[in-house]
């Protein structure tokens, strides 16, 4: 099976391959998504094997080509930096975007696969303690209700809604009694074999995790449990709801980073094998249904590592990038390269 692995990047838009990591290339000229744009995250396209949406500084881009060209989508996102993007996994026409720094911080939704968008009444004060402007940094929806979705803000809290966004009810509110603070970095939901549900919200110094829908929470400090102290990303073993990989770092951008492997739905740790030290935090993760056992997963500061093995063990790719925002893979190798820019 060919394979598109695409880098997303703070200051050089998107990045590819389409040879299994051998050569890369940077995006024409002429494209509404500039060659040098900032893009803060990806997602790929359920309803197309060469499709994939980029949340960009300036609102939202799609590309049906494995990332060869790009156009706007032209909505209610133009001008605002689109920080994160999810698409229910029950109706994929339902999708959930969050905005973020420099503009200012709401939720948006699309029952249209993304075409058009409305703004929805969660919004987020121009400035937070903290972080200065907020980011919708983390969301994600119940794989078996597309109107069943969480949002988390950098220091602005973890909302749920059960009406796709109409109405919303905040969970973070016990927290405090654990003396830790609502910085949110990334949202799971995991549905178990035996009729229940696992929550977890990851901030940026724990992993909250919840059995009863968000009323109590069990907490794993990120230094006590993981040995480091920055949480950054979660990512779920597509087809799984036990095996799930957590990014960490000393800081950010930090010096060094981990990737922990779950088995049992958040409950217990192992540190995965990397191949060659990080030189900051881990930052992305990208995986696709198609092949579960590989993985991508990048540090800050533009290391790229691949696992074959599910993410047992990760080998770090030769090519180096810039500040990478995001990672993702397609099946798929496109016809026509579209004249790139070649980049080795």
């Known amino acids: 099976m060919g394979k598109t692995l695409i880098v997303s990047t703070d200051g050089q838009a998107v990045m590819r391959s389409h040879d299994n990591g051998k050569s890369w290339y940077r995006i024409n000229i002429g494209q509404d998504l500039e060659y040098d744009d900032r893009v803060r995250c990806l997602l790929v396209d359920p309803r197309n094997p060469d499709g994939i949406f980029a949340g960009a500084e300036k609102g939202l881009f799609y590309s049906a080509d494995c990332g060869v060209h790009w156009s706007r989508i032209d909505c209610a996102l133009n001008g ?9 996994e029950s109706n994929p026409l339902v999708m959930y975007a969050g905005t973020g720094a420099p503009s200012l911080a709401i939720f948006f939704r699309s029952r249209d696969g993304g075409q058009t968008w409305e703004r929805t009444s969660l919004e987020m004060p121009e400035f937070c303690a903290g972080v200065n402007r907020p ?103 597509p087809g799984s709801n036990r095996q799930l990989a957590v990014g960490i770092g000393d800081g950010t951008p930090g010096t060094t980073a981990a990737i922990l492997l779950s088995d049992d739905a958040g409950e217990t740790w192992t540190r995965a094998a990397l191949d060659h030290p990080s030189n900051s935090c881990m930052w992305a993760f990208g995986s696709h249904p ?5 993985q991508l997963a990048a540090s800050k500061f533009g290391y790229l590592y691949r696992s074959v093995d599910g993410g047992r063990t990760w080998a770090k790719e030769w090519r180096e990038f810039n500040e990478i925002t995001g990672l993702a893979w ?8 579209g004249l790139p820019h070649v980049t080795h």
């Open 135 to 237: 980011r919708m940094l983390a969301l994600a929806v119940d794989p078996r209700d597309a109107d069943d979705v969480w949002a988390g803000i950098e220091e602005g809290g973890l909302y749920r809604s059960r009406d796709g966004g109409d109405s919303w009810t905040r969970i973070d509110s016990t927290w405090s009694e654990f003396g830790g603070n609502s910085d949110l970095h990334d949202i799971m939901i995991l549905p178990q074999d035996d009729g229940s549900t696992v929550h977890l919200a990851l901030t940026v110094i724990a992993l909250y995790r919840s059995t009863d829908g968000g009323q109590t929470w069990t907490r794993q400090p990120a230094k006590e449990t993981w040995g480091l102290r920055y949480s950054r990303v979660l990512l779920r073993r």
């Open 330 to 337: 397609l099946p798929s190798v496109p016809s026509d390269l």
């Open 290 to 294: 198609s092949d579960p056992d590989f």
């Open 80 to 88: 605002l930096a689109v920080w994160k993007l999810v698409v229910s």
